[in-house]
């Protein structure tokens, strides 16, 4: 005897999932939420499931019964978007932290003596007082 594969499908599987953890917050069994949507248990046991690629209007009627905007049936959609855009922010912050890192243990190996400080580069030499550009503010005021 063959046994038919059930189709699931992944958004709709999240979907189902968020109407299974909101209907579980509220103490309802899936025959209560059923009774409450005017829907057929058994459907909503595939609608939790992803086993529906269920339609705006049932989603709609569920989320009525369960007094939520039809919105908070997709939040977890959102929750995955916030933590793909977080780690991408923190992928464009490795370099930034990555020579912070740097710094502070070469901070620390002059503090612990183990390296000596790099000196400056030497200030190149110049003729220019080093008043000039006041100077040329001061004229430039006083005309």
């Not at 968020?18 to 103490?27: D, H, M, S």
């Not at 909503?44 to 007094?67: C, H, M, Q, Y």
């Not at 740097?102 to 080093?130: C, N």
Request: hydrophobic share 45%; aromatic share 6%.
């Amino acid at each position: 005897m063959a046994t038919e594969r059930t189709r699931v499908y992944p958004t709709a599987l999240q979907v189902g999932e968020r109407i299974a953890r909101i209907r579980t917050l509220k103490g309802w069994t899936q025959r209560e939420l059923a009774r409450q949507a005017d829907y057929s248990f058994q459907q909503v046991s595939k609608v939790e499931a992803g086993e529906l690629n269920t339609p705006v209007e049932t989603l709609f009627r569920l989320a009525r019964a369960l007094d939520v905007p039809l919105a908070a049936l997709f939040d977890i959609l959102t929750e995955e978007v916030a933590l793909v855009e977080a780690a991408q922010l923190c992928a464009a912050s490795l370099p930034k932290i990555e020579e912070a890192h740097d710094e502070i243990q070469r901070a620390l190996a002059v503090l612990r003596g183990t390296v000596t400080p790099q000196a400056a580069p030497p200030e190149e030499e110049s003729d220019a007082s080093p008043f000039e550009d006041a100077d040329a503010d001061l004229y430039a005021f006083a005309s």
